[in-house]
């Protein structure tokens, strides 16, 4: 399931997308960032024009919480609704 392999594929490269992209949103979609943004309309915004077959994970990139410092991500999976937009799943890694 590519949702799984992006998900560990943020948690790997969490301090190098903290670096990258510092209190921003990504989308991620097989492994790679495909859009980034302050908000998260914005980031869901420019993924969608590259894959609007919503098949990317939104992740935001938290540099403002209190994690060990070996893990620099705080990641909350949001899925997008064909009919009414975006739906939170409200998943936080730790």
């Known amino acids: 399931m590519i949702a799984t392999r992006d998900t560990d594929w943020l ?6 997308l903290c670096e990258k992209y510092p209190n921003k ?9 495909i859009a980034a943004g302050d ?4 980031a869901a915004e420019q993924a969608l024009k590259l894959r ?6 939104l992740e935001q990139i938290n540099l ?4 060990p410092s070996n893990f620099g991500l705080r ?7 064909p009919d009414c937009g ?3 799943t409200a998943r936080t890694t730790w």
């Not at 948690?11 to 190098?16: I, K, M, P, S, V």
């Open 11 to 16: 948690a790997e490269h969490g301090l190098e």
């Open 39 to 42: 908000t998260l309309a914005e």
């Open 64 to 67: 403002d919480v209190d994690l």
């Open 86 to 88: 975006l739906l939170a």
């Open 25 to 33: 949103w990504v989308a991620v979609h097989d492994r790679r960032v």
């Open 75 to 81: 990641t909350h999976q949001w899925d997008l609704s």
């Open 52 to 57: 609007p077959q919503r098949d990317f994970i």
